[in-house]
């Protein structure tokens, strides 16, 4: 086999002697070399630990949760505004405990619905350079530094989840989640995609082209999720589910 040569500059750039992990902007102030020590790592590594002690602390407090993803960007004159802060109401009404991310647009939405019935409304935040800011109807809430610490949190012991249209962020929850359950790493519960003009085109393509065309799913994983348009049908779907404990 040919022995591959790398430039100097190459392996003082990608070969450091350490394992690196992607500095954020403000760690990188003042700094002239990009690359980590051994001891920063570690403390980073603590740093994750807590972040998941404290979150699963917090989430013990609650009770019969159920979890709201869906945009940040989108106004509360917007129609599936309305319907998420519609769903935060009945989930209140019936002693559901709402958790959102926290943010703006459908997690506000829903949080505002919860709050404005007089139920738990958790925000579970995260920093982020544009969009994201805690909104003013969480009565409870935790700030996360880490995106995949808050997600295993928005995860961990929701007995329903439920998918307002949404970006980027939303799409990567769904299919997390969905992944979860399908393999069996987690407790198989409601998946609950509310939209029909949103959620339609994904759907067909999963079923035309993921499963028939391709065969790299089965008809069975469709069955994990339900497609509806409107809170009340969503709610008809989630009353019924069962607490869970963590995973």
């Known amino acids: 086999m040919p022995t591959i040569k790398k430039s100097k500059k190459a392996v003082q750039e990608h070969e450091p002697g350490t394992c690196r992990m992607p500095l954020l902007p403000s760690e990188q102030k003042d700094r002239k070399s990009p690359a980590e020590s051994l001891n920063e790592i570690t403390w980073r590594i603590f740093r994750i630990m807590a972040e998941f002690v404290e979150g699963f602390q917090f989430l013990s407090e609650f009770k019969r949760e159920v979890t709201i993803f869906g945009s940040a960007r989108l106004p509360e004159t917007d129609r599936w505004y309305k319907e998420a802060r519609k769903f935060g109401k009945m989930l209140a009404e019936c002693g559901f405990t709402t958790v959102t991310g926290g943010g703006p647009g459908i997690m506000e939405a829903a949080n505002r619905g919860a709050m404005e019935e007089g139920g738990i409304s958790v925000g579970l935040?995260?920093?982020?350079?544009k969009e994201?800011?805690?909104?003013?109807?969480?009565t409870h809430g935790k700030g996360f530094h880490y995106f995949f610490s808050?997600?295993?949190m928005l995860a961990a012991s929701?007995?329903?989840?439920?998918?307002?249209?949404?970006?980027?962020?939303?799409?990567?929850?769904f299919f997390e989640m969905l992944v979860l359950i399908q393999t069996g790493k987690a407790q198989r519960v409601p998946m609950v995609c509310v939209g029909k003009e949103f959620w339609e085109p994904l759907m067909k393509f999963i079923d035309e082209t993921i499963v028939r065309k391709f065969d790299v799913a089965s008809v069975a994983d469709t069955k994990l999720y339900a497609v509806v348009d409107s809170a009340e049908e969503a709610f008809k779907i989630v009353e019924s589910s069962s607490e869970r404990t963590f995973f």
């Open 132 to 138: 994201q800011r805690a909104n003013p109807y969480i």
């Open 158 to 173: 929701a007995q329903a989840y439920v998918f307002f249209p949404g970006g980027f962020g939303t799409m990567d929850e």
């Open 150 to 152: 808050r997600k295993v």
């Open 125 to 129: 935040n995260i920093q982020l350079p």
